[in-house]
């Protein structure tokens, strides 16, 4: 869908902060280019303590180098959302007229409040592009499992990808977690088991030994 648009200011937030942080990745390669990042391109954490709204006026103001776009990548975005207006009234002014220069890139951890003033500015604004990523259903996260394994050229059984899915409790950035700890465990096999799992999970091994005990009850 972000290959349809070409906005000076993207907000990408939502519960799903894994979809967010890698459309995030996307559009900062789009925009970059071929240019040098350490010319054209600022990192910015607004959950860091030198984080100032100052700072960030400053670098999307400023002129790209040897390259037509410029980026600013601005992390946590739903700390600084919920600064008070007062604070943030050079970046609301910015949205009505941003530099055509840079590629504002706002990425948040979670869904942002729409009743504080940086939200609004942000919607109000034909500038900015907003995309938000919900909650996936079971059978979605299902799919998107079984696709991250194929990805990593993993292999595994349908049980293991259940054990992971539920003791991730439904979050993405849980499941990837989990993912790459497993691959890192199995090195060099490629197929993670269900001991595998209960090893590198404990709420996995607890699931499990559930699982027997209810089996064992409904055989009496």
Known sequence: DLKKTNSPIYLLHGEESIFSHEAAEWLHNRALGHGIPDFNLDRFDASESQFSVAALLNAVDTQPMMNPIRVVWVQATELLNKQAKAHLE???????????????????????????????????????????????????????????????????????????QESGEGRLGEMSDTLSKLMLYIQPRIEITIDDVTEVLPQAKLQTTVWVLLDKLALR
């Open 90 to 164: 050079g970046l609301i002014k910015y949205c009505e007229t941003p530099n055509p220069q840079t590629c504002l890139i706002l990425e948040a951890r979670d869904r942002l409040d729409q009743s504080r003033a940086l939200m609004k500015a942000l919607a109000k604004s034909e500038n900015v592009t907003i995309r938000e990523a919900g909650v996936m259903s079971a059978h979605q996260t299902e799919k998107w499992l079984e696709s991250q394994t194929k990805i990593l050229g993993i292999t595994t059984s349908q049980q293991v990808l259940t054990l992971i």
